[in-house]
């Protein structure tokens, strides 16, 4: 099956991850904008026949899960239990996220081999045992420096994310010596340019370790809802050192070399911009002192605002993944955020938004354009697809419009993660084809039955299809659902095979569909949209 082809070739696998969430609290539409994101990156890449690896997961110790617990009367265990199989696990089916993998903390495959990470470093004598009294924010899980807080009217400090206090806590602990490896993360900045992005990111990473990095406090000895030290089971391992190794944890450290060594490290983890510098700084370095590679790239992404405010449950603003899809659908719910918002930046969700890009842009250029024509197959030749001649400038015109968006597509959401603009390239190429259908007018060509006009007839349509076919295609890691449903009313199963096992690659080569091939009207792709919900 092409699915093994990439190992047989020894390739390393195309690795990609998601943040692991917190489960305080149910899912929000910010969580499922990385998550989705993942999923068309790692679905573009299986379409390019790559072997890819795609792993989600969550992130269960630590003091803010703890105290979540204890207010809901249950254990901390049976909290992160009853939200992963309640909330977690059931959104990303729902989002129809194709992850290989979902890892949890409290899983033993994770928490033997964090304990062996962490007695390695110490064994290395990478981590001491000191003391620290700082500002710490609970909902960051993260001791603050003074350029971290903002402070409230009545003087209290808050932190600048959250608008919450913050704690003064003053601890014994371990600490790993993360000031020694400053002068290697700015080397390894400098010799890979792409290593963060987008280049906002980067220079705000680069300026704060320009500006010199403190040691990392490792553990914490005031609760136990952790993973032991090791060497000091007094100790709990601090929840992001835990977290962070879950990418090397799932994909077989220490457990399974050979699995290990064809995945590990990440090509690329995606993060929102307020957890950059754990990824950019503290996970490289903590590799560097272990002797393991570094991921490819951190790619960064914006946050979704309500109000000009990020989208958080702790703010009461955390909608809700499902409240948008029971209206519009899962697909164009993937397509939606992608298409609307240049990743990287923060950009503001609006229902208005929504519903007038589903409308124009879902219902009437991409949907219309598939009822046309299977509908103009249909009336016109029985729902056979037609042979066609390979006609004049116009249909050539379609042909290198084709060859364009398949080439900038590829480049931009496979390689660029400019998720909009690749979009916006196949789309581009769906109003080209319907354009190309307004000027040649099929139906006024249909009642020209000489041998002729029905062969130029012929010629209109196989274009316009066989562009419905490419289409399918490269929107299928988008919108998986409604590529399918073309797939299928383009009779296209039966002669090119499985649509998963399409190759981007083979996109443009015109010509694929074969004539009698049997073309049905099939499911409306995008439904007209009802009235909006009143509050
Ligand atoms: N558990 C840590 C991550 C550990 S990764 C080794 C964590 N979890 S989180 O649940 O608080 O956040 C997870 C991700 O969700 C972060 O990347 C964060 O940026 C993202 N988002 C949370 N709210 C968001 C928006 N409103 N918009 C976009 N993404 C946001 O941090």
Known sequence: MAATEPEARGEKTYYVSTPIYYVNDAP?????YTTVAGDVLTRWHRQRGEKVWYLTGTDEHGQKILRTAEAHGVTPQEWCDKLVEESWRPLWTHLDVANDDFIRTTEKRHTDRVQEFVQDLYDKDEIYKGGYEGPYCVSCEEYKLPGDLIEAED???L?????????ILQEENYFFKLSEYGPKLLAHYEANPGFIQPESARNEVVNFVKQGLQDLSISRSTFDWGVPVPWDPKHVIYVWIDALLNYATAVGYGADQTRFDATFPADVH???KDILRFHAIIWPAMLMANGLPLPGKIAANGWLLV???KMSKSNLTGIKPQDLTTHFGVDAYRWYFLRAIAFGQDGSFSWEDLSARYTSELANDYGNLASRVAAMVGKYFGGKLPEATAGGDAEQAVRDGLSKAVAEADRRIGEELDFSGGIAAIFDF???VNGYLTEQEPWKVAKDTSDEGQA????ILYTAAESLRAIAVLLNPVM???SQKLWDSLGAAESLGALADQRIADTATWGRLPAGATVTKGAVLFPRLEEPPTA
């Open 159 to 167: 932190c600048a994310i959250h608008k919450k206090p913050v704690d």
């Open 28 to 32: 929000h539409l910010g969580h499922a």
């Open 430 to 432: 769906v109003k080209q």
């Open 270 to 272: 995606l993060v929102g």
């Open 456 to 459: 130029r007839l012929a010629t």
């Open 307 to 309: 109000g000009g405010e």
């Open 155 to 157: 003087g209290t400090q």
């Open 480 to 482: 998986p659902d409604t």
